[in-house]
């Protein structure tokens, strides 16, 4: 993901809006790139403020800390659902195979493999 790219997302990562994937891009790219970084900690940190004052919630926050852990949170779903995705495949494909293996050595093609 590029500069200019990452810039729109920010009012979408805010939002809980960016999908999936865009998710993963866009964390991706602010981990590396500090000036999309700050960009996002100050967006952060108005709309955080703002909904804090709106709510006439008065206490002292450390919104930059905030958004540090909402960016690990996200991490960390992004990474689940990558290894969700992985076990599935990899699910799918021992199915198929069992289904190959089951297929052939009901056909007589070729002899059930002996596991003991
Ligand atoms: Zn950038």
């Avoid at 990474?79 to 195979?97: Q, S």
């Amino acid at each position: 993901m590029k500069c200019e790219e990452a810039l729109t997302k920010i009012e979408a990562y805010i939002d809980h809006t960016l999908s999936g994937r865009e998710l993963e891009e866009f964390l991706e790219h602010v981990k590396s790139c500090r000036e999309c970084y700050d960009e996002l900690e100050t967006y952060y940190i108005i709309s955080v403020g703002m909904r804090y004052l709106e709510e006439e919630n008065l206490e002292s926050y450390n919104i930059p800390k905030m958004l540090q852990e909402d960016l690990h949170t996200r991490e960390r779903q992004v990474r689940r659902r990558n290894i969700f995705r992985k076990t599935a495949v990899f699910l799918g494909v021992l199915f198929f195979i069992v289904l190959l293996v089951l297929v052939l050595s009901y056909l007589g093609h070729q002899e059930l493999p002996r596991l003991f």
